[in-house]
């Protein structure tokens, strides 16, 4: 009768240890999500007195070099670019 209280006793330890462990698991992946600083976006705004909703066009000169003449006239026009 001993080995059976023992054999009980033992996977009772043990089905409370990996519940522990699975739940420190599963709060440990919440916890450093919501720790994590959100990057900032590199496409800004030009103008932050804009409102939203308002296209501002983007004058970097790196983003500039790769567009085609079709999406910068429509800049310039103050259009919402719909060519690449």
Known sequence: MDMRKAVIAALAGGS????????????????ANAATNTPTSANTQADASASPGVFVSNEDPAHEAGESPEREAQE?????????
């Open 16 to 31: 409370m240890l990996a519940g522990v462990a699975l739940g420190a698991a599963f709060a440990a992946g919440s916890s």
């Open 76 to 84: 310039n026009a103050g259009q919402r670019p719909t060519v690449p």
